[in-house]
Structure formats: structure tokens, C-alpha cells
């Protein structure tokens, strides 16, 4: 159960199809949606089709801020996916690159090593009687920073303004659970557009062109400064909110409080769910679609333009209540 191979996404000549080796995409297919050298890579990271949850490891906080019923039924369903959906799994090597750079800056500059924590894995905490687990991306002990990179689409980088994501939120402040002996007192969220990146605490630059002035896009948080250009250019210029660091208190109640899908997911992890009498199971009604268990409503990005139809299809019996396909226009960009 899992991953089976690729579908050939909407608008190709072979759209629908659903093919289990790589022999359809590298020799019989005469127009790849993706270039090779990017399937290659997302073939490989992929290869074997290995099971989504490893019944090995600790619920890792990046599940425990997704969507609930995405990963549980991943284990549940064979499901195919487009080239382009699956380009995720790759977003980490190329970071991988940029991170064993860095590491060589550091040495190169004479830096002390083990002040950078890079790509640690933290954990596993025990939550009650389950383990959480999770791979920072970056902390440096003299400074108490945490940084963690995320990447965006260009049109979801103007909703920063109001600040960063609510999981990334959650999955920074989860770390700190995780590793109470390190200090976090600053968490820096930085965005990769394909076009630029901010950071959460930096600024942000929304240039439009019109006549009239612009109305401010953001309610709570309205640009630092704004002018205009040659009658027709506007230039509004926004400070990125930081990114909150949750007091002991907070952060205990917070992670109390996602305690029992952790542990649903983690008796899915194990196995120990019957998954082939899952689907009449009532088990599985309780997992949260997505972290509205700890405070965010469904936005409709996630299912929109990353959750396999599958997957989807199965979701829509646990969950009718769900947008599942909110119009574009009403959803949130991110
Ligand atoms: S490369 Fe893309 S379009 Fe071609 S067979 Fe594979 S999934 Fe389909
Ligand atoms: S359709 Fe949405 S809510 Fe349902 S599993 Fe997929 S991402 Fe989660």
C-alpha cells in the first residue's frame, strides 16, 4: 500500500494514465512532463515504493503537522501521483547541497562546528506513550536561532504579510518540545519562492501597477511604507511578522492537546490497525483532516494541489463535511 507509480498529470497526451515502472516514462513516452534529469531524481527518491510511515521510527512532527487522514490513508490505499505533485521529495536533496556548503563555509572561515546544528535529528521525546521525532534544518547555539527553510509558490509569498504558516509555526515550536536542552529563544521561517525569499522578521516588497493607490492587502499588519512611481507604479514595502516562540506553558498545552492523533498515528504506523477492515473502521473517522485538531481551519490548498485523488476520494467518506473542492478563488494561495 502507498505510493504505485506515476499518473500522467491533466493536459498531457496521455493524461490518466497510470504507469508502475520507470521503463513508461524513460523509453515510451514521447513528450515527459517533467524534464529528465528532475524525474530521474524524483524516480529514484521514490524507488522500491517503500511504505509512507516507517513502523520503526517516532511519528516525526512534519506528520503530526499535516494532514491526519492524508497519511493515514496513504497507508491504506494504493495510489498513483503526477511527476510534478512528487518534485517534494526531491525539495530535500537539493537542500541537502545547500546545507553540506555551508558546512564547508563554516570550516573555511574558521567557525566552531559544533555551534551549528545542521539537519539534526532530534528526538524521540516520549508524548505520553509516544515517540516524536523530527530533523531541524538548522540551529546556532550562540545565537538561540532556529532556521528553518520551506518553499512557496511566488503568488502565496503576499500572504506572508499577516505572517508565517500556522504548521510551520506549530513544527518550529515542536522542535523546541523536542529538544528542551537547547535554548530557542528566535525562530527565523525563510521562504524560497522560485523568484525571491523572505523571511519571517524581514521585510517584503509588493510592487503593483495601477493608477489608483492600492488598497492595503493586509488588515492586521498594513504596509511600513508605501509610494507611487510614475503615476501608474506603487511600491508597498511590508515587515514580515516573526514568527511566535511559545512559552513552556503554551507549548506543553499545545503539544497535549495533538496527543491522541499522534497516537492514532502511531498505532497506524505500527500496524496496529487492521487496515483491510479500516475502511468500515470508526478508528479512522477520528483522525483530523488536517491541523484543525490544534487550531487551523481547512484552507483547501492541501487538497487541492497536493493531495493524490485516491486519496482524496477515500477522504470524502471520512470527511463530507470538507471542501474538497473549494473554487480556486476562495482559497488561501500558500
Ligand atoms: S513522463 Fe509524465 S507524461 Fe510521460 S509517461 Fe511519465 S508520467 Fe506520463
Ligand atoms: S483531501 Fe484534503 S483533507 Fe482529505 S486527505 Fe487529502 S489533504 Fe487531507
Known amino acids: 500500500m502507498g505510493l504505485v507509480g506515476f499518473r500522467c498529470p491533466k493536459g498531457?497526451?496521455?493524461?490518466?494514465?497510470?504507469?508502475?515502472?520507470?521503463?513508461?516514462c524513460f523509453n515510451q513516452c514521447d513528450r515527459q512532463c517533467l524534464a529528465e534529469p528532475l524525474l530521474h531524481a524524483i524516480w529514484s527518491s521514490n524507488a522500491g515504493y517503500k511504505p509512507s510511515f516507517d513502523p520503526t521510527e517516532a511519528v516525526?512532527?512534519?506528520?503530526?503537522?499535516?494532514?491526519?487522514?492524508?497519511?493515514?490513508?496513504s497507508r491504506l490505499v494504493d495510489y498513483f501521483d503526477t511527476p510534478k505533485n512528487l518534485y517534494y521529495s526531491i525539495r530535500g536533496k537539493i537542500f541537502h547541497r545547500l546545507m553540506e556548503d555551508y558546512q564547508n563555509g563554516i570550516l573555511e572561515r574558521g567557525l566552531d562546528p559544533s555551534d551549528f546544528r545542521i539537519e539534526e535529528r532530534w528526538g524521540p521525546r516520549m508524548l505520553g506513550d509516544v515517540p516524536i521525532g523530527g530533523r531541524i534544518d538548522?540551529?546556532?547555539?550562540?545565537?538561540?536561532?532556529?532556521?528553518?527553510?520551506?518553499?512557496?509558490?511566488?503568488?502565496?509569498?503576499?500572504?506572508?504579510?499577516?505572517?508565517?504558516?500556522q504548521d510551520h509555526v506549530l513544527q518550529e515550536n515542536f522542535y523546541s518540545w523536542l529538544n528542551p536542552e537547547v535554548k530557542t529563544s528566535r525562530i527565523v521561517i525563510v521562504y524560497m519562492s522560485m523568484m525571491e525569499t523572505v523571511e519571517t522578521g524581514g521585510l517584503f516588497t509588493v510592487t503593483k501597477y495601477?493608477?489608483?493607490?492600492?488598497?492595503?492587502?493586509?488588515?492586521?499588519?498594513?504596509?511600513?511604507?508605501?509610494?507611487?512611481?510614475?503615476?501608474?507604479?506603487?511600491?508597498?514595502i511590508y515587515q514580515i511578522p516573526d514568527c511566535p516562540v511559545f512559552k513552556p506553558a503554551l507549548l506543553e498545552k499545545t503539544i497535549g492537546g495533538i496527543y491522541p492523533q499522534a497516537k492514532l498515528l502511531w498505532r497506524i504506523q505500527n500496524g496496529r490497525i487492521d487496515l483491510r477492515t479500516a475502511p468500515e473502521s470508526s478508528e479512522l473517522t477520528n483522525l483530523a483532516y488536517d491541523p484543525g485538531s490544534i487550531g487551523e481551519k481547512n484552507e483547501g490548498w492541501r487538497c487541492r494541489d497536493y493531495c493524490p485523488e485516491?486519496?482524496?476520494?477515500?477522504?470524502?467518506?471520512?470527511?463530507?463535511?470538507?471542501?474538497?473542492?473549494?473554487?480556486?478563488?476562495q482559497q488561501n494561495e500558500l
Do not use: F, M
Open 60 to 73: 516525526t512532527i512534519t506528520r503530526l503537522v499535516g494532514c491526519h487522514t492524508q497519511h493515514g490513508l
Open 210 to 236: 495601477q493608477k489608483s493607490q492600492p488598497k492595503d492587502i493586509s488588515e492586521n499588519h498594513p504596509a511600513l511604507k508605501q509610494w507611487n512611481q510614475n503615476g501608474y507604479k506603487w511600491t508597498l
Open 12 to 24: 498531457s497526451k496521455t493524461e490518466g494514465t497510470n504507469n508502475r515502472n520507470a521503463d513508461a
Open 310 to 329: 485516491e486519496i482524496k476520494n477515500k477522504c470524502k467518506l471520512y470527511h463530507p463535511e470538507n471542501q474538497h473542492n473549494v473554487p480556486e478563488n
Open 138 to 165: 538548522l540551529h546556532i547555539n550562540s545565537a538561540n536561532t532556529r532556521y528553518s527553510w520551506k518553499t512557496i509558490g511566488d503568488k502565496g509569498l503576499e500572504y506572508l504579510k499577516d505572517g508565517p504558516k
